[in-house]
Structures are given as C-alpha cells and as structure tokens.
C-alpha cells in the first residue's frame, strides 16, 4: 500500500503467506495488506475488499464496461484485477512500493500492464493532481495504509477534495477506514468538508473492523426499490453479495 512520505529505502519489506486456499501479502508485519483465494484468483476474497465495490450501486450497468476505475494503494491487487477482469474497465492503480507491484505480479495473478490496465509507481497524493487524471474516474478506491495498519496515511480534506476532483459527474469514491474510533470521526469529517454532508453512504464495520464509507461525486438518494433491483442485477452478473449490502450501507450526516 501506498505511504506518504517514505523513501524507497525506508519503505516496508514485502512478504507473502498462504493460509490453505488462501494466499496473503503483509508490509513486514503480520497484518494482512490483501489476500487472494489461491483458486480464484480474480474473486474479490475479503469482505470489506467485495464492500469497496458499492459504486456499482450508484452506476449505469450497461455502461459500466466503457467507465474508468482507480485504485490508490495496490494492496494485493484485488480490486484492480476484478475491476480489469471482471468488470472489463479501464482500470489505473496508484502504488508508492515497487516491491508492492512486484510482488503482486508474481504471486497474485496482476496481468501486465496493457490497453486496459495501468499500474503507476507514484505518491498517490501527487499523483491524482495531475491534470490528466482529473474528472476522468468513474469509481475511485483509496485503501491507504501503511505497515502498521493504524489509520490511513492520507485522510485530509485537501486529499479528499484533490480525490473529488478526479471524479466524473456520476462518479464515487470507496474509502477503507480501519481503526480507532476516532480515527473514523475525523475521517468521517474530512470527507464531508470535501464532498458535503449529503454525498456519504457508510457499511457497518465488518467483523474485522473494516468500514468501508461511499462518497458521491453528485449526491443522489435512490429509492430503497430501486437499490434493491440494482443489487440483484449486480449479484446475478458478477457474483458479489450485493442483495444483503442493503441491510447494513445507509446514508451518513457526519
């Protein structure tokens, strides 16, 4: 994942453990950065990983294929695999860790990069300021964290607002927030300073601690009826849990 202001010296030693049918990447440490069913390898495994996936709520189906998606922090590569395979969209990530990358290569099934797929080895905080990138994403992924998993290691609202700007007019960004929780309420508060109190949708925390919070680019507030025929959709065309989504993402007013 991607860390703010390392060097490439100072940046965490990459490693790799598999747990039966499940493979893991750690930063030096025993957290879990990503996994991967061993069998499956473009099936989103974690929770809060398949939870990042909500925009889908939010998106024109039929069109979701001629979309843009980007992921800031490659993590494992989950998210960009399933959004290059699966969802057959063009799809950039944003990684600080050459080793990341490497890794991710070799052991997790990441394609090469192609006319579909990008991998950027950059600081994502630099890197979504560049011009060429604004409102150019249709669905945006930020799972930043560093080695020590304690909270996330860009989470201002001068962040969130340059994350904004990346976004089309329709477009939403999925956040990872694990931690304390007021690493969450601040969290919480600087995306809406960023976004506006009406464009946040929150999970319940996942078993492990995970929230995953949506921001919308425009906010919309979509009948209950509506959402739960856009998720059966998405569960009959991509295999995600989408219909029991419903149950715990609801708006926020931070």
Known sequence: M???????????????????????????????????????????????????????????LAQVSKGHAMQLGLGAGAITKFCHKKLRICTTAIELNPQVLA????????????????????????????PMWLGTVDALAVDLYDHEAAAPVLDSPDFYA????????????????????????????????????????????????????????????PKRAELAERAEAIQARWDLPTTKWLRVFKPVNP
């Open 2 to 60: 991607a860390r703010k202001k390392e060097t490439l010296q100072e940046l965490p030693e990459v490693s790799v453990s598999d747990d039966g049918e499940v493979r893991h990447l750690h930063l030096g440490t025993p957290w879990i950065q990503g996994s991967m069913r061993i069998d499956e390898p473009f099936a989103l495994e974690l929770e809060y990983v398949q939870r990042m996936m909500a925009w889908l709520l939010f998106a024109d």
């Open 103 to 130: 890794v991710c290569r070799q052991w997790f099934k990441l394609p090469p990069d192609g006319p579909k797929l990008r991998v950027v080895l950059a600081d994502a905080s630099k890197e979504i300021q560049n």
């Open 162 to 221: 340059d994350c904004r700007a990346l976004l089309t007019e329709t477009g939403c960004m999925t956040v990872n927030l694990f931690g304390r929780a007021s690493s969450f309420d601040r969290s919480l508060q600087s995306m809406s300073q960023a976004f506006g109190n009406d464009a946040l949708w929150a999970f319940k925390p996942t078993r492990e601690g995970n929230t995953v919070v949506l921001a919308q680019r425009t906010p919309t507030r």
